[in-house]
């Protein structure tokens, strides 16, 4: 039995990978549903690796990849591409953007309308990804727990993992050294006269905004990231940088109900790549960043590859009872 701990989206994910090899698993999960995990469930959950690597290092792009495939077998994904739009004022910032980007093309007024008609003379150009997607992040969270447990693992809810694990998927809260956490705030809002199918990238120097389709006319907006280790709410000067690039994006966004905020505290290496660590005998799944929806799947993958190698090779369970 190959137990793990943390049941968010990089634990459930390795669980997932793990388990389609036949092995048997066990997750652990402190708290009692899919939304105990702030981190994982107030994600964008945008598939969007090539956008990505404006700021990213190569690997993030290389490792996400493949991550639209991998959801498509777990939860519906939007493949519908991404915008990136900026203001006149700032064309700079969209020069900067597609110098430091790749699959992307050039789009002027005319094809900006017909792919989004709300935007119809709000943008003279924009950079379209047509490579990428979004998921809904909660519903993907839900599903990925599903999926696992009809491959016969157990995802133990409202159960703390014991003193040793195999894997350690629990993000900021794990015991693995030279970790930061990198807080992340989100609103959620309700702007049903604005239609707007794709994710939008608004570009500005001080607080670039995404904007995720969620249906019905919900949208989840987000952007920040701070090097803080506070849980508390979402603070007021976030809120209204966040509530002002919506309201540059369309100005019907500023009659929008905000109707949720959350805020997590993302886990990143001094590098913003994440990787596995072997500490004693547990594997530790941890520094996504930003990333865990786009990045889980290839670490998955990887620790997979890496625990059935060791088991043909009776590596395995000589290591677990060192």
């Not at 309700?190 to 905004?209: Q, Y």
């Amino acid at each position: 039995m190959i137990t793990i701990a943390g049941a968010g989206v990089a634990g459930l994910a390795c669980a997932y990978e793990l388990s389609k090899r036949g092995l048997p698993v066990t997750v652990y999960e402190l708290g009692s549903s899919p939304a105990d995990n702030p981190c994982s469930w107030f994600a964008g959950g945008l598939l969007a690796p090539w956008c990505e690597g404006e700021t990213a290092e190569p690997e993030v792009v290389r490792l996400g990849a493949g991550a639209i495939d991998w959801w498509q077998q777990i939860t519906p994904v939007e493949q519908c591409g991404t915008l990136v739009v900026a203001p006149p004022r700032d064309h700079a910032e969209m020069t900067r953007f597609a110098k430091r980007t790749e699959r992307h093309q050039l789009i002027g007024q005319e094809e900006i309308a017909t792919k989004e008609p709300a935007l119809a003379g709000r943008f003279n150009q924009a950079l379209f990804f047509a490579d990428e997607a979004h998921l809904d992040a909660r519903q993907a969270l839900v599903d990925l727990s599903q999926k696992v447990q009809e491959l016969g693992a157990m995802v133990l809810y409202d159960t703390p993992a014991p003193d040793h694990v195999d894997v350690d998927c629990r993000g900021i809260a794990s015991t693995l050294p030279n970790l930061r956490p990198v807080r992340g705030e989100m609103a959620i809002i309700e702007a049903p006269v604005v239609s707007i199918d794709r994710t939008v990238r608004l570009l500005h120097p001080r607080i670039p905004l995404y904007l995720v389709p969620r249906g019905n006319g919900i949208y989840m907006i987000g952007a920040t990231m701070v090097e803080s280790s506070s849980t508390r709410p979402i603070t007021m000067r976030s809120m209204l940088e966040l509530l002002g690039a919506a309201f540059t994006l369309h100005p019907a966004l500023g009659e929008a109900s905000v109707i949720e905020t959350g805020v997590g505290l993302r886990p990143a290496f001094a590098d913003n790549v994440p990787r596995l660590v072997r500490l004693g005998s547990t594997i530790h799944v941890n520094g996504m960043y930003r990333h865990g929806f786009l990045l889980a799947p290839a670490l998955a993958g990887q620790l997979a590859e890496q625990i059935s190698q060791e088991q043909n090779h009776g590596n395995f369970s000589k290591r677990r009872t060192a």
